[in-house]
């Protein structure tokens, strides 16, 4: 629990006033709540992470099963299970503030008031650097449409939880819509401080033999290196419309597709589903961001942001 | 729990579609009976994600044996591993059985299929603590019950009873037939079942131990992304108010794989299979 | 070129009309003009094949670098290289009539009338079966917005095609869209025979040492088994919402992989880029789709079409 | 053309980085030089495309041997291929060197890096035709030089130049300056220059033989989707109206791979790197 760890000073990034000791977070959902880690990577070490979801009520979560592996990636639909906001005050943060990394805490609900009471709960949580909005989770059937489709309903959300929150707000983008921009442009506009991208896109796998959906909930979000192209051009594309700083998320598994997501645009970037099957990958990647920084002659990576050479 | 890079030893078939890996680790475990390990060879990226294999055996503190069936992607992989491969490791994981000794009942291990990979341990220890065990192994056919690791509980020498389903080895019926005249014919007062198997073996196992009023613990399977408690993917339904308290859902891989089997929703079915 | 084969009657389809031996078809773009294939496989065993993209005048394509391997898939950016619909019908079009299977002429344009177009002179072509308008392809720079992501954009091209065409229409849907549906009731509103889904989704590679993208192009269409679930889930909402039969694509690399899609509620099948990794996956998948009739003691692959069990 | 699945005989280091890969046919095949395979390990799903590997040399009617650098997925993949492992395999696919011989003239064959395994057979062929050759042979280093099969060459005894980038083996210069020496200083009147090796290299070699106005045939390198003709992504950019009449762009795997060097457009490139 020390927080003596030394830094490679080139790698640190700013995002809205917060600052990362490197740019490698560990990504909601496949992060727990931080401590799951402590066993087996140095916390001081990762520029931050975001929370699993974190409701006002705790969640139970979609019946198994939850998860499925596809090709080059998997689908899950949990349904957002979690301990609930107050809980995780309570029994996580007061452990996570004795590491030295960026606690992100990623906030979801099924209404905008859902949002605002969960939001107002986590202001009274010390340590918390920012709030992550995820209005993107397609594995939930209330509340019928999915917010972050929808760049008015997103742009409604984003004005009311600026106002209730207490902290910096990244709101975290859907790829499940036609025009990415127009839903960044909104949410941008109506006061975020930065924007992650990208969540899960809706899929399904069938079993043959069954014909039934492998998911109990029938589809659910497709994660991992097979979406890692949709993900960055995305970025590539949100990068160029909007002036926040951007939060890259999406099938990265390595140094190098973490380097593509910077150069597309992004400040920092977000591991998920990596961290299941590599629990140290966050670790392998702030090494080789150095590494890289070495070989390029690069004194600062934040000279790399969005450095891509296209018309 | 380790996070490490692992050598394979040897790979070798017991019999068709079932292997014995054991790998030699960098640094010393302790492992209880009934743990499991998430598996893959180093590198390797379809599947993506690792496997949970029961350890089968500790041959030593850097040397660990695990039995497994090669059905889909996962287990096909790990059976390309040769002499000298690599293998991305964490283990130990989960809880392990926890034996009752103080009741002065016996224990009855019901093994289905490859389920047996996780109670050689448990069956070791049984008999270093003298505890009255009764076997009662289940496969599917002769060489199923040689590939699940039939020689090695043998040489355990514990009373036991062998069925398979086409009768090519023992008895021709399930596994659950010779619990229920064990526990109808014998009592078993103050007995603890122990099993590990197919998802509708250890169902019925449930019901047999409820039926009779017996102690039972079962060691569960559900598809795993992590394995170490992060994903929240592999959760079973269970009673909530029920043994031990438990909410709604629970995780195999860090609040199992072991459970109390009256805590299980049975017919909220954890895998698809 | 003989035209004897043997067809497993389980295995035939019936589309707008037009008889399929079976319901395994090549995709546009991924099976050339089918010729390609036949030293490697028995054309006659075929269900049938959609055309690379025809334009009314023969097109150049885009500059290389034209396709980069991502996880799971690829990427392309081909820019609808082709000899033309007037060089189709003259130098192919004769020796495919020699082959007991199913031409689907793939249709593409920069505008409305250029499609009226290629049609027009598609419809002297004898031996095409029907015709798929490709109004999806997102590689080609010229038109401005992707007709495929706008429902009203496409229902108007779709009823002036179905007007200037002799023959049962296709058209191919866009999976780069917030709600697939919408789109895929325009289009049927407007008259199209059958929709096919999906084409390729846009995405982006890096080269993080020249920081420039890795195609030409910049951005390219993401195809092969890591959008698989993707393209099963769209294939799912359409079928629950319009009632012409569809034509399933998107990652399908073995027999498993075809089934989801007939079970989701497609017809017939295209597999695409498989078959550049493994020229004979058509013959392997037509074999499988017997098998598994057999196993399940199928009489007729028609009864799988949409009979997934899901609420 | 054949569509199969080989039997690996062999896979063994050359040197660091670069392999000897020997695959057995079960049907016989006839190779011209300069022809490739797509091959890639059995069942293998990442990467899911097979790689382009010029036939570096024909063991027998069933026996095909290709020369590797170990470069990045495809390759690595290729490298853990073992005896009796299976290849699929699709060949042989390409054009092939065309040999002129009629003008009288010479051959000038410059191999750089890898590129040499697409100009062995090459050699073997204008040596049966006793065609007057020199061999301009360029590799990073020694060890390089070593991988990409020096020894093979050498067992030719034609007259060659052996450049490294480093100096350890040979003259330290690029290959390109030996070629240009020789047209300067020997003349080679009628000769044909043919090259295969990276694209900077080709771009130079195409220069220095438009200045000293000598037929030159290089075989081109581009990411392949499909070797047979269908995906249309391993185009060149080439002179319209140029030899052959060529188009905008051709593919590198039907139309190529081996091209007239001032048909191509060098200034569009191909590959990235
Ligand atoms: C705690 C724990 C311990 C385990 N210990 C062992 C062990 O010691 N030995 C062992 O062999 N396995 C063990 N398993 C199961 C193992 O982790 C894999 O789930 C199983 O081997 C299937 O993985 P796969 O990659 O082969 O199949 P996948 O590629 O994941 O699935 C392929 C196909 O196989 C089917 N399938 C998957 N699992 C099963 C199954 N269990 N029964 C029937 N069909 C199935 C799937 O439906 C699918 O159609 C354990 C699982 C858990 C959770
Ligand atoms: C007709 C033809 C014949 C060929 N014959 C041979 C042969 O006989 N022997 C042989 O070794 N190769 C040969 N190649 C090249 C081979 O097909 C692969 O493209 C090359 O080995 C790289 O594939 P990979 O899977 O290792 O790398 P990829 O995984 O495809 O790429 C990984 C990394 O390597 C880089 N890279 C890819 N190709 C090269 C390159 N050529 N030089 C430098 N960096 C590169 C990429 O930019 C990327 O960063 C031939 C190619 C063609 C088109
Ligand atoms: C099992 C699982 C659970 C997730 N839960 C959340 C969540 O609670 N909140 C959220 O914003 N994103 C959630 N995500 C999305 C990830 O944070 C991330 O955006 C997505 O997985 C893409 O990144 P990846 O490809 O690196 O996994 C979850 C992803 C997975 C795989
Ligand atoms: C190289 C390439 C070229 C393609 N060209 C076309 C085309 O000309 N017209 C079209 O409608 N679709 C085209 N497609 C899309 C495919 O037909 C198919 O919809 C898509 O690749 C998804 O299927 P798959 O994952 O099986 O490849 C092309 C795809 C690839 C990979
Ligand atoms: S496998 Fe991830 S929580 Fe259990
Ligand atoms: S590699 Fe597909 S056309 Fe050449």
């Known amino acids: ?311 | 729990m380790i996070e490490t890079i692992a050598t394979a030893e040897s790979n070798r078939e017991l019999a068709p579609g079932y292997r014995m890996l054991t790998i030699n680790l960098i640094e010393d475990v302790r492992v209880n009976p009934g743990q499991f390990a998430m598996l893959k060879p180093r590198g390797s990226l379809e599947p993506l994600l690792r496997r949970a294999l029961a350890i089968y055996r500790v041959e030593g503190p850097q040397r660990l044996s695990f039995l497994y069936q090669v059905l889909g992607r996962g287990t096909t992989a790990l059976a390309q591993l040769r002499e000298k491969d690599e293998v991305e490791a964490l283990l130990p994981l989960g809880n392990s059985w926890s034996i009752e000794t103080s009741g002065g009942g016996g224990a009855i291990v019901v093994a289905g299929g490859i389920g047996s990979a996780s109670l050689l341990m448990l069956c070791e220890e049984l008999k270093r603590l003298r505890v009255d065990t009764k076997l009662l192994f289940g496969a599917a056919t002769e060489r199923a019950a040689a590939g699940c690791g039939l020689e090695d509980f043998r040489a355990l020498d514990l009373p036991s009873i062998v069925t398979t389903d086409d009768g090519s080895l023992g008895d021709k019926e399930l596994v659950t037939a010779p619990l229920e005249r064990e526990l109808r014919e014998h009592g078993h007062k103050g007995s603890t079942i122990y099993a590990c198997g197919p998802w509708p073996m250890m169902r019925r196992v449930a019901e047999i131990a409820a039926q009779f009023k017996t102690r039972c613990l079962v060691s569960l399977e559900a598809p795993m992304g992590c394995g170490f408690g992060v994903c929240v993917g592999c959760v079973v339904a269970v009673n909530t108010g029920g043994p031990l308290d438990y909410g709604s859902y629970k995780r195999v891989c860090t609040d199992g794989s072991i459970f109390p089997s009256e805590a299980i929703r049975w017919e909220v079915n954890a895998m698809t299979h």
């Not at chain 1, 402590?38 to 409701?55: C, E, H, Q, V, Y």
């Open chain 1, 1 to 311: 629990m020390s927080k003596v760890s030394n830094h490679d000073p080139r790698l640190a990034v700013e995002i809205a006033g917060i600052h990362f000791n490197n740019p490698v977070l560990g990504a909601s959902g496949t992060f727990g709540y931080g401590l799951e880690f402590a066993d087996l990577i140095d916390l001081n070490r990762l520029g931050g992470f975001a929370t699993k979801g974190l409701s006002a009520k705790p969640l139970a979560g979609n019946a198994p099963p939850r998860i499925v592996e596809t090709h080059g990636g998997m689908l899950n639909a949990i349904g957002l299970q979690n301990i609930g906001a107050r809980a995780f005050i309570e029994e996580k943060l007061p452990r996570l503030r004795g590491y030295d990394t960026r606690i992100i805490a990623n906030v979801f609900g099924y209404s905008d008031e859902d949002y605002i009471e969960a939001l107002t709960i986590l202001n009274d949580g010390e340590g918390i650097a920012a709030y992550e909005l995820n209005i993107s989770c397609p594995n939930v059937k209330e509340g019928g449409i999915v917010i972050g489709n929808s760049p008015d309903a997103a742009a409604r959300l984003t004005e009311k939880a600026k106002r209730a929150s207490s902290r910096p707000l990244i709101v975290k983008l859907s790829p499940n819509v036609t025009d990415i921009t127009k839903v960044a442009r909104a949410i941008v506009g109506a006061g975020a401080d930065c924007l992650s991208l990208i969540n899960t896109i809706v899929g399904m796998s069938v079993d043959v033999n069954t014909r039934r959906p492998r998911l109990s909930y029938g589809t659910g979000g497709l994660s991992g290196p097979a979406i890692r192209p949709i993900a960055v051009r995305m970025v590539y594309e949100v990068a160029r419309t909007v002036d926040v700083p951007l939060i890259g998320i999406g099938g990265i598994a390595s140094t190098s597709d973490a380097l593509e997501f910077i150069i597309a645009g992004a400040t920092a970037i977000q591991i998920g589903t990596a961290n299941y099957y590599d629990p140290t990958i966050t670790m392998k990647v702030i090494d080789g961001l150095s590494e890289y920084c070495e070989n390029q002659s690069l004194e600062n990576i934040n000279s790399l942001i969005g450095s891509i050479k296209a018309e």
